[in-house]
Each structure stands twice: as C-alpha cells, then as structure tokens.
C-alpha cells in the first residue's frame, strides 16, 4: 500500500462541473535571508457531489490522474467559506 500525498488549502476557484482550484500555501526559509517566505500552488480537485463554494478550507487526497491537470479529489471540507453567509443575506 502507499502513501497517498494530502494538501491543505483554500477554494479560490469553481473551475467547472466536478472542479475546483485549491490554492496551497507554505513557508520557507529564504536561503540568503534566513527569513520566512510563503509559496503558492494551485491544484485542481475533484469534487463528486458539487458541495463546494468559495472560501472554503479542505484536504484533499491524491489520486489517479483524473484529467490532463487533476490528480487530487476532495477528502474533506475542514471550514466554509464566507461565501455562504452572502448567499443566505441575499434570499
């Protein structure tokens, strides 16, 4: 059995039908100024049901490529984003 890769990020983007981009943030150490510096990645996800929005926070697992640029599906939704508190003021 191996070791499947999960990442932590943001939903910046609904890409689609069944498809999101995580945007993953992580620190490191600048090599000449010893100072800590984030890096960005965005990753698409699969999303089976369609439940997610904008804002919210999930892990998700790799997986088979599902597409040219998917490889990762949706494992689970740690928070929700603000996005839904507008959806619910508007109605």
């Not at 999101?20 to 150490?29: D, E, F, G, K």
């Not at 984030?38 to 999303?47: E, S, T, V």
């Amino acid at each position: 059995m191996t070791h499947k890769r999960e990442i932590q990020g943001e939903i910046v983007k609904i890409s689609g039908d069944k498809t999101a981009s995580v945007l993953v943030t992580r620190s490191v150490m600048h090599p000449k100024y010893h100072k800590t510096v984030k890096r960005f990645k965005k990753y698409l996800i699969h999303d089976e049901k369609n439940e997610l929005s904008l804002g919210d926070k999930v892990i998700a697992v790799e997986c088979r490529p599902l597409s040219k640029s998917k490889s990762f599906r949706l494992k689970t939704i740690v928070s929700t984003g603000a996005n839904v508190w507008f959806k619910v003021l508007l109605d």
